[in-house]
C-alpha cells in the first residue's frame, strides 16, 4: 500500500503507520500522473459540451430542415461546416448527432454491463451447473461473429419499435433497438472478466467471514464482492462506451442504424460515400468528432486501468 | 441443566478428486453457557473444519456433513435451512479468523463491515447502527474510534484488525464466540493483548468461547475445559488441569513436552513429534496416532480405542495406559 509523505491531519492514532489516503484518493493521483488521460477527460468534457450547449444555440428542426436549394454548399459563414446532400446545416447536425451518439455508447453500455455483470456475477458465485450453462451460453454468443449479428438484429427489429417521447424530444425507435442491439451483442467479454474475479474473490476469507455474520448471497455478492471488481468493470465499460460509438457509426453507416431524419454521427457519414473527393466536408465533420470522442474514451480508459490496477499501487 | 451447545458424533467428509477426506470423525462435546472450551491440535487436525460445521460454513459440495448432531439451546442445527441458519449465525454464535488481514473487505469502511450485521440482525437505523459500531469499537479498545468508522482496513495495523474483527463478530452479542486461531498471525505482545481482551470481553458480556489453537500455551490460562483433537478424533478430554496436570494420552503428552518451558535449561534440545499426521484420505484402520506412537502396542495398529474415562471428567481414547506403559 501507499504510504506516501502526505499525511493527513485527521485520524491519528496510537499506531506507528501515518494515516494513508482513501482508495478513492489513491486512485485520483495516480490517474493525475497519467497526461493523456487528463487530456482525454478534458477533451470528453469538450465534446459532451459542444453537444449539449450547442443544442441551446440551434434548434432541432433547424437541424433537420431540409432547403434543396442549397445542398453540398462548402463551409461559409452562413454555414460554418458546410450542408449536406439535402441542404441541412451540418454545423447543427454534427450538435445533435453528437447527442445520440454519445447517449447510444453510454446506453448501451449500460444494457452491456448490466447484463455481463449480471450473467458473469451469477455464474461465477454460485458455480457448477450454472455456471457451465451460463458460460456455454456466453461462448455460443461469442462464435456468432458480432457484426453479422449487428446486421441481421438491425434489419429484424427496424422499423419495429415506435418513437418516443423523451425530455420533449423526439427519438426514432430505431435509436432504442440499436441500443439493444450493441448491448445485447457486446456483454460477453465483461461476463467472462467477472465470472474469472467472483470465482477467485468468493474464495477469500473476508468472504468467509461475512457469512459468519449471517450476510445472505445476495448481500455477499452486491456488497462484498462486486466493490471488489469494480475496477475491471468501470475499465471495461469506459472502453465499452468507444466501441459501442464506433459500432453504431457503423451499421448507421451501411443504413442500418439510426434512421435519419435523426442525425448521428455515423448516419451522417451514409450520404457522404459519393462524395468523398467533391464534398469532403460531409465526412470531415462528423468523421473528426468520432475519431476525437473515441481516443478521448481510450485513453481516459487507459489512465482508469493504471489507476484502479491494484499491482501497480506502488507506482 | 441442558448445555448451550451440544455436538453428538459429528463428521464431515470431503469428496475430492482424490478420494473422501476424513476431516471430522465422529467427535462430542458439550459447551456450558459462560464456558470456555480449548480445542487443541496440530494443523490439519479437524479443528477448523469441525466449528465450520457446527456453523454450517462448510463449502457443498465438496464438503459434507455426513452425520451427527449440533444442538443449540435444544434446536439441532443440522435441520435448520439456510434462511435460519443466517439468523443463529452472527447473532447466536459467531466468529473470528486466523488472519486478520484477511478477514476484511478491504474495499469496505470497517464501519460499515461491523454496522451491516447490525442492521441485519438487529433491525437497527444506519444512525443507531453506527452508534452501536463506534460503541463496539471503543469496547474493543480501538483509539479515536469514531474517527476510524470511516477507515479503510489498510489503515490498520494486525491487531487493530484483529480488535475490529471482535467487534464485527460481537456486534449482536452472541452466546457464543468461535474464536478459530485469533492470535496465530500476530505478534507475541499483540497476542497477549487480544487474549486478554477476550477473556475481559467474555466476563462481562457472560458468553461461552470455543478457542481453537495449536498452542498448549496458550490455552492453559484461558480454558475451562480442553478437547485434544487427532486426525478428525478427539484423543483427549478434560478440564484444563486434567490436561496440564495429569495428561493421559500419548499425543497430548507429545505435545506438552514440545513446549518450550521457562523452568528449563535453555540447553535442552525440545522434544518433537516425529512422523507426520496421517494423511486424512487414507486412515489407517487402528489408533490414527499409533505409527507415531512410543508407547504403541500390537492392538493399537488393528482397533481405534473409544474414549473412555480416567476421572471424573477426564477421558482419553487410548489401549495403554501411560502411568505404567502398559495395555489398559
Sequence with gaps: METTGESLALGVSGEAEPPPLSPRQLIWRRFRRHKMAVAGIFMLIFLILYSVVGALFVSESYANYTDTTKRLQPPSAEHPFGTDTVGRDILARTIYGGQISLLIGLFAVLVETVVGVLIGAIAGYYGGAIDSILMRFTEAMFNIPQLFLLLVMAKFFAGKIPTIQLLGRTFSGSVIVIILILGLTSWMYLARIVRADFLSLKEREFILAARTIGTSNLEIIVQHILPNSMAPIIVSATLGVASAILSEAYISFLGLGVQPPTATWGNMLDGAYNYIDSAPWLWIFPGTLIVLTVLAINFVGDGLRDALDPRTLAA | ?328
Excluded at chain 2, 152 to 180: E, K, N, T
Excluded at chain 2, 205 to 217: F, P, Q, R, S
Excluded at chain 2, 245 to 253: A, E, I, N
Design chain 2, 1 to 328: 441443566m441442558t448445555p448451550l451447545l451440544e455436538v453428538r458424533d459429528l463428521a464431515t467428509r470431503f469428496h475430492t478428486l482424490d478420494g473422501t477426506v476424513y476431516a471430522v470423525n465422529g467427535i462430542s462435546y458439550t459447551l456450558e453457557e459462560g464456558q470456555t472450551l480449548g480445542i487443541v491440535g496440530e494443523s490439519g487436525c479437524g479443528k477448523s473444519v469441525s466449528v465450520l460445521s457446527v456453523m454450517r460454513l462448510i463449502p457443498e459440495p465438496p464438503g459434507k456433513i455426513v452425520a451427527g448432531q449440533v444442538i443449540y439451546r435444544g434446536q439441532d442445527l443440522l435441520t435448520l435451512d439456510e434462511a435460519q441458519m443466517r439468523q443463529i449465525r452472527g447473532k447466536e454464535i459467531a466468529m473470528v479468523f486466523q488472519d486478520p488481514m484477511t478477514s476484511l473487505n478491504p474495499v469496505l469502511t470497517i464501519g460499515r463491515q461491523i454496522s451491516e450485521a447490525l442492521i441485519a440482525h438487529m433491525g437497527m437505523s444506519q444512525e443507531q447502527a453506527r452508534a452501536r459500531t463506534v460503541e463496539l469499537l471503543e469496547m474493543v479498545g480501538i483509539p479515536q474510534a469514531a474517527d476510524r468508522y470511516r477507515d479503510y482496513p489498510h489503515q490498520f495495523s494486525g491487531g487493530m484488525r484483529q480488535r475490529v474483527m471482535i467487534a464485527m463478530a460481537l456486534s449482536c452479542m452472541p452466546s457464543i464466540l468461535i474464536a478459530d486461531e485469533p492470535t496465530t498471525a500476530l505478534d507475541v505482545t499483540i497476542q497477549a493483548q487480544i487474549i486478554d481482551l477476550v477473556k475481559a470481553l467474555r466476563d462481562r458480556l457472560g458468553m461461552a468461547v470455543i478457542w481453537i489453537t495449536h498452542d498448549l500455551g496458550i490455552i492453559a490460562g484461558l480454558a475451562e475445559k480442553v478437547i485434544v483433537m487427532y486426525a478428525g478424533f478427539i484423543v483427549e478430554r478434560g478440564e484444563v488441569d486434567d490436561i496440564y496436570d495429569d495428561p493421559r494420552h500419548p499425543y497430548t503428552l507429545a505435545l506438552l513436552k514440545s513446549l518450550p518451558r521457562v523452568d528449563r535449561s535453555s540447553q535442552e534440545r525440545l522434544a518433537t513429534i516425529p512422523g507426520l499426521p496421517p494423511d486424512l484420505l487414507d486412515l489407517p484402520p487402528g489408533c490414527p496416532f499409533a505409527p507415531r506412537c512410543i508407547y504403541r502396542v500390537e492392538r493399537c495398529l488393528q482397533e481405534n480405542p473409544q474414549l473412555k474415562p480416567v476421572g471424573l471428567h477426564h477421558e482419553i481414547a487410548c489401549w495403554v495406559d501411560v502411568t505404567t506403559g502398559r495395555e489398559q
